[in-house]
T-cell receptor
Framework: GQQVMQIPQYQHVQEGEDFTTYCNSS?????IQWYKQRPGGHPVFLIQ?????EVKKQKRLTFQFGEAKKNSSLHITATQTTDVGTYFC???????????FGTGTRLQVTL | KAGVTQTPRYLIKTRGQQVTLSCSPI?????VSWYQQTPGQGLQFLFE???????NKGNFPGRFSGRQFSNSRSEMNVSTLELGDSALYLC????????????FGQGTRLTVV
């Protein structure tokens, strides 16, 4: 079945450093969504990418969807302690209602 | 407007018992999906309901079932509980099927002893 892997599994950065997580799917995706889950919380939607090569920005966050629609990345510039959490990508094939979540990248930010 | 509401928040059950979890989606949302989250397996898709019909199903045994009512509220049931069913069960609602964002509830933490 479809698998979505993320690397790294865990990253610890100092506040102000940049952070990137990569997402790779075993199959071509129709769309990719990104979620953030704070410790003890539930996943919260960040963004959705649909087009090949698409790049979207949200303040310090930059999301990319690969040309082959099999990979994606999330880059955070100048991390802050509020960025702490686990970042998941989630790929959709066909209907986006069935999402295959990536393994997640846990980000720890310290002062 | 109110978010996705899941009840109960916490549950402790004994092996062999059955359990029913409830999810009230955001008002106006018609699609409800269920996910199981465990430290070892991550977030895994269970099933999706739309217009009271199951539209998609993940790779879970038949002990896991669900339904959706005419008001879009959904329930999932797990019968003959096993220790490995201990997990956070998350419900997500979407306005419609297709490429729309999913709004997750706080989840139900199920512990099987």
């Amino acid at each position: 079945g479809q698998q979505v892997m993320q690397i790294p599994q865990y990253q610890h950065v100092q506040e102000g450093e940049d952070f990137t997580t990569y997402c790779n799917s075993s199959t071509t995706l129709s769309n990719i969504q990104w979620y953030k889950q704070r410790p003890g919380g539930h996943p919260v939607f960040l963004i959705q990418l649909v087009k090949s090569g698409e790049v979207k920005k949200q303040k310090r966050l930059t999301f990319q969807f690969g040309e082959a629609k099999k990979n994606s990345s999330l880059h955070i510039t100048a991390t802050q302690t509020t960025d702490v959490g686990t970042y998941f990508c989630a790929g959709g094939t066909g209907t986006a209602s069935k999402l295959t979540f990536g393994t997640g990248t846990r980000l720890q930010v310290t002062l | 407007k109110a978010g996705v509401t899941q009840t109960p928040r916490y549950l402790i059950k004994t092996r062999g018992q059955q359990v029913t979890l409830s999810c009230s989606p955001i008002s106006g949302h018609r699609s409800v999906s269920w996910y199981q989250q465990t430290p070892g397996q991550g977030l895994q898709f269970l099933f999706e309901y739309f217009s009271e019909t199951q539209r998609n199903k993940g790779n879970f045994p038949g002990r896991f079932s669900g339904r959706q009512f005419s008001n879009s509220r959904s329930e999932m049931n797990v019968s003959t509980l096993e220790l490995g069913d201990s997990a956070l069960y998350l419900c997500a609602s979407s306005l419609d099927r297709g490429f729309t964002e999913a709004f997750f509830g706080q989840g139900t933490r199920l512990t099987v002893v």
